[in-house]
């Protein structure tokens, strides 16, 4: 059985948008309606689709961050003060590890954008002079910090 808010919608008596709004707390639902949903969706495990809910708002609420290690102090205190201030932002992380090399870099960059994260956090591949990889957020229009 596929949970997903049609059958919750379903079980409830309701419609699909009475189930997204509920889920949302949107004020134009009754706050019984809205318990009832929210309970229905924790029995059965029923978990939001992150890609359903992009293709309406534009937004995946992931940031990419590519870093050349991580066995490094340096990089894995860095990567969990990243979590932790993404977190608090709404924001969930997709780590991607280049490891210093230009190809690896432009695949990590390439899987990203597929995945349509909002925007990159990189550490460029130290011998990399703006190369490919940046060519290629640029053309995409995702926001990039390095």
Request: aromatic residues 6%; proline residues 3%; glycine residues 4%.
């Amino acid at each position: 059985m596929k949970v997903n808010q049609k059958y919750i919608a379903d079980l409830l008596k309701v419609s699909r948008v009475t189930v997204t709004k509920a889920l949302q707390d949107h004020p134009d639902i009754a706050i019984s309606t809205r318990k009832k949903v929210k309970d229905l969706a924790q029995e059965l495990g029923y978990i939001p689709n992150i890609v359903g809910r992009s293709l309406s708002t534009k937004k995946t609420g992931t940031i990419g961050v590519i870093v050349p290690k991580i066995n490094h102090s340096f990089f894995s205190t860095l990567i969990e003060e990243m979590y932790l201030e993404a977190k608090n932002h709404g924001y969930k992380i997709i780590l991607m590890v280049s490891f210093e090399n230009e190809e690896t870099e432009l695949d990590n960059v390439k899987s990203l954008i597929s995945m349509n994260v909002d925007g990159i956090l990189m550490d460029p591949v130290s011998h990399s002079e703006k190369g490919e990889a940046f060519d290629l957020v640029e053309k995409h229009k995702k926001p990039l910090v390095t």
